[in-house]
Nanobody
């Protein structure tokens, strides 16, 4: 079984920074795209940032210039550096990965989520 475990969430003041990490473990053949999603109360889960195995990134317009996604393929880990945080960034952040446990077998896996709260 493959597990995704997030860490790094917490409480931060507006303008502050947090760095989220998500490590995949288990029997993994390969990990293709990875990404961060968030869900605020009363809102749908939305894509924040994604990154391909080769390092191509995509960001939501609301976080461009403030957030940076990166990955370490050797460690099966994806990161989200969040700078200049705003109250509207408050949400539960979820890690997602498109995983192959063997060639030709892909599935999407999710972490348990980590709370990010931006408040004075």
């Amino acid at each position: 079984q493959v597990h995704l475990v997030e860490s790094g969430g917490g409480l931060v003041q507006p303008g502050g920074s947090l760095r989220l990490s998500c490590a995949a473990s288990g029997s993994i053949f390969s990990i293709n795209a990875m990404g961060w999603y968030r869900q605020a109360p009363g809102k749908q889960r939305e894509s924040v940032a994604t990154i391909t195995r080769g390092g191509m990134t995509n960001y939501a317009d609301s976080v461009k210039g403030r957030f940076t996604i990166s990955r370490d393929n050797a460690k099966n880990t994806v990161y989200l550096q969040m700078n200049s945080l705003k109250p509207e960034d408050t949400a539960v952040y979820y890690c997602n990965a498109l995983i192959s446990v063997r060639p030709g077998n892909l599935y999407s896996d999710w972490g348990q989520g980590t709370q990010v709260t931006v408040s004075s």
